[in-house]
């Protein structure tokens, strides 16, 4: 399916964008952001993670069978090396497409659906590959207008966003593709690198509270989405 994802993330210009945003300095803080998935993860459940970068997620999170979903050949080249070391069984997909009717019992998504030329296909599309009862796990970035970087456009922008959301619109439109959302929240929190020491000499209460005074201080939010099939 061709509209899974946008090719601002092919060749080199992928590969900048894979080393930038998903290098080992990010570590810590993809890690956290692991925690909207977890308590939905289990053993006996097969796990698609959409827009899956190298498949940190997949690699991390409890499933019995795991695949995901990326264009960014830099990134699925270094999501099969490591999957290999770490003796983790990935399938790697550049296509929900490629993905069998009725084979996934939890699909989750984080900041990918922003990148997406057609956010509406590719939700019909997890709702296609979703079993009855499935559950959708969506996350996405709340873009704030008051933002200065959001206000003009810019030939340059390393993130590339082709849509924004509110609560509001992204529940309409993960209902139009066809799933019940059980609850759509906005979640009031921000992590950088340069905050990660905040964990390692105060524990982890303090640094989700640095995360919040992040998050105001940027302006910078996220949307939680949680839906079934």
């Known amino acids: 399916m061709a509209t899974d994802t946008s090719t601002h993330y092919l060749g080199e210009q992928g590969a900048k964008y894979y080393r ?69 069984a990935v399938e790697f997909l550049s296509s929900l497409g490629e993905v069998a009717d009725e084979s996934i019992d ?20 997890i709702h296609r590959v979703l079993r009855p009862g499935g559950r959708l796990v969506l996350v996405v970035p709340f873009d704030d207008w008051r933002d200065k970087k959001n206000r003009s456009w ?13 609560p509001l619109n992204l529940g309409n439109l993960v209902g139009e593709a066809g799933l019940h959302c059980e609850n759509v929240e906005v979640c009031r929190t921000a992590w950088s690198p340069r ?12 640094f989700r509270l640095a995360c919040q005074i992040l998050s105001r201080w940027l302006r910078r939010v996220e949307i939680l989405c949680i839906a079934t099939k």
């Open 106 to 125: 939890l699909a989750i998504s984080n900041h990918c659906l922003e990148h997406v030329p057609s956010p509406l296909d590719a939700l019909r599309e």
């Open 195 to 206: 905050i990660f020491w905040v964990d390692r000499v105060f524990g982890r209460t303090a």
């Open 20 to 88: 930038e945003k998903f290098g080992d300095r990010m570590l810590f803080g993809r890690l956290i952001q692991l925690e909207y998935f977890r308590p939905y993860c289990h053993e006996d459940r097969d796990l698609l993670d959409f827009g899956c970068s190298d498949g940190l997620s997949l690699r991390t999170l409890p499933a019995r069978t795991r695949i995901g979903i990326e264009v960014n050949p830099s990134a699925i080249d270094r999501g099969r090396q490591l999957a290999k070391e770490q003796g983790v």
């Open 154 to 166: 810019r030939p340059d922008d390393p993130d590339h966003h082709l849509f924004t959301f509110c």
